[in-house]
């Protein structure tokens, strides 16, 4: 089945700084999601990518569906911006289960 | 805007009793995941469902069976629970027959704690 693999696994950042995390999947995909999960557990959907770029605020996301990777942007970051930042994929199957990255999580110190 | 509801929120049971969750899809979406997520871990599709048909099958144990009723809200049932099924439970919906997008949003969660 596809591969999904996110970098860094860990960041910590200093409140104001710039970040790019990285999602790289092992084969074409139908749908490219970015999520935050905060310290109590709720997903939060950042974006709907499977190609091409969006922004949203201080956060962007951009999918290279060709060379199979992702990026999601965090300028100036907050404290609330810590937490575990998933991305997750859908495979030509069409059957819409998610496979899931295995996450980076971002402390972002005051 | 709507979103999916989940409940319970919280639920606390001994090993081999049984648990039911529920979800409450988006209204107009047809279409229900289930996901696991162990401590830790990052969320494991369990199962799906189609305007009430199962869609498709993960990783989800013979001890667990679930369904998506005539109103869309689904159920998951867990029956002979083990320690090892402490989890968080989300409940995700979509709509297939949006052709923008098939975005899946994401319940609250279900926070599973086996005693």
């Known amino acids: 089945g596809i591969q999904v693999e996110q970098s860094p696994p860990d960041l910590i950042l200093q409140e104001g700084a710039n970040s790019t995390l990285r999602c790289n999947f092992s084969d074409s995909v139908n749908n490219l999601q970015w999520f935050h999960q905060n310290p109590w557990g709720q997903l939060i959907n950042l974006f709907y990518?499977?190609?091409g770029t969006k922004q949203n605020g201080r956060l962007s996301a951009t999918t290279v569906a060709t060379e199979r990777y992702s990026l999601l942007y965090i300028s100036s970051s907050q404290t609330t911006d810590s937490g575990v930042y998933f991305c997750?994929?859908?495979?030509?199957?069409?059957?819409?289960?998610?496979?899931f990255g295995q996450g980076t999580t971002l402390q972002v110190k005051p | 805007a709507a979103g999916v509801i989940q409940s319970p929120r919280h639920l606390i049971k001994e090993k081999r009793e049984t648990a039911t969750l529920k979800c409450y899809p988006i209204p107009r979406h047809d279409t229900v995941y289930w996901y696991q997520q162990g401590p830790g871990q990052d969320p494991q599709f369990l199962i799906s469902?189609?305007?009430?048909?199962?869609?498709d099958k993960g990783s989800i144990p013979d001890r667990f069976s679930a369904q998506q009723f005539s109103d869309y809200h689904s159920e998951l049932n867990m029956s002979s629970l083990e320690l090892g099924d402490s989890a968080l439970y989300f409940c995700?919906?979509?709509?297939?027959?949006?052709?923008?997008?098939?975005?899946?949003?994401f319940g609250p969660g279900t926070r599973l704690t086996v005693l």
């Open positions: 990518i499977p190609s």
């Open positions: 995700a919906s979509s709509s297939i027959r949006d052709r923008i997008t098939d975005t899946q949003y």
């Open positions: 997750a994929t859908t495979t030509g199957s069409n059957t819409g289960k998610l496979i």
């Open positions: 469902f189609y305007e009430k048909m199962q869609s």
